[in-house]
């Protein structure tokens, strides 16, 4: 078998077409990689603060609050919940949106992105305990009290619909709250977005802050509350700027009080939101960089059959098999060479780039930039096994060639460019181009409203799931051109 890889590393070195093809994958990567990409007007202010669990969040509400020195609970009724929508004609649309949030919370302090908990009445989604941004659990769906009980390091979130009869929601451990946190109402409305279309294309998105208004009575405490009236703040309020949202405002009528503002206490993410851009933007070569690699590795096998070598190379080694698994091997270790050197310049350059154009590029574990960079090379190198097999079954180069771009690249490209929501996921479940969402370094969450689409860097299988997809066809397709290649004369 090592004679064999030296031979097949000894043609694809030695053809010239295909070495330049091979840099010109390369460069594809990296070239379309650094050319493309959002700008925008972000500098250091544009920085998302981060929440326990080290990942980027938005932490931006309006709050009513007090000190709680220990344990204690609050208690209290949403009495109204209404929103608005700004309109492009400049009169707003009465409308609460899905994930517009009015609740009870208690919080390390008012530092965006301390750790907290929180029980809360939503736009369309019902009640909710909601903790440390990224966690989630439901609750009854037609409720208007709720009740947040602390004790130590546990909080308990409750409803009811009656304020007699209560309902635990979720009991969650805070193991770094301190003993001192500030308690108290708040209200936070996302920001709207909408899916417009043009046509037959994907859809694309349009939006603006929206707001909230609740009002809260039958107000009451119990436990080591200090202080005497609620301080009234917006959490991370910004000002300025044509699409600013409004300032929040705290009024008191009685013992019932009315919170209005914008915001959400929730993991941020890219996309429609408009909190940044995801990573895989750098990425976006791959497609015409798979193209060239995919040339050269059916031609690795047709080109034989064309020149008539193959007989050859059959004669010297009978073990059609092995020859098979040895050009598969050779194209494809090189390929995921030139994968991996390419997404790694590209992802550490890419950034640079983007920042310097004004665009806020989101923070990327260290772990999804290596899946990312090795990621990309399995996808060339897996693209390129698939490529080979596609050569040996059916051994004329334009007709392989072609069959490789269009079973692996142009469902991607039909995907983000033409192609509405639901068959460009279809397509990218089922076809090797499955494999691209290898490249997703953007999350998912099912508490948050946006565009999860793969024009916005996401995919509908995950990773390694999509990955899997690949590798599967390029198994099956090797194993068809095996049987062929050992069923049938050269």
Known sequence: MTRLLRSEWTKLRTVRGWVVALALAFVAVVGLGLASGPGGTCDDSCALPTGPDGGEVTDRFTFAHRPLAGDGSITARVASFTGQIPTPEGEPRRELVGWAKAGLIVKDGTRQGSTYAAVLLTGAHGVRVQHDFIHDTAGPADTRWLRLTRAGDTV???????????????????????????????????????????????????????????????????????????????????????????????????????LTGSGDIAPAVAGASGLGTSLTQTLVGTFLGLVFVLVVATMSVTAEYRAGLIRTTLAANPSRGRILAAKATVVGAVSFVVGVLAAAVVVTAGRTVLEGNGAYVNATPTGTVLRLVFGTGALLAVAAVLGVGLGALVRRGAVAVTAAVVTVVLPYLLAVTVLPDAAADWLLRVTPAAAFAVQQSAHEYAQVDNLYVVASGYFPLPPWGGFAVLAGWAALTLGLAWSRLRGADA
Not at 180 to 192: K, N
Not at 217 to 238: K, Q, V
């Open 156 to 258: 308990t979130g409750a409803a009811s619909a009656d304020g007699v009869r209560w309902t635990t929601v979720a009991t969650v451990r805070l193991p770094d709250l301190p003993s001192t946190v500030e308690a108290g109402l708040f209200v936070a409305s996302p920001q709207f977005s909408e899916t417009t279309r043009d046509g037959i294309g994907p859809a694309g998105a349009s939006g603006s802050p929206s707001e909230a208004t609740a009002t809260f009575d039958s107000i009451t405490t119990d436990g080591a509350w200090t202080g005497t009236g609620w301080t009234g703040e917006g959490i991370g309020s910004r000002d300025g700027g044509p699409a600013a949202p409004p300032p929040p405002t705290v009024e008191r009528a009685g013992d019932a009080v009315t």
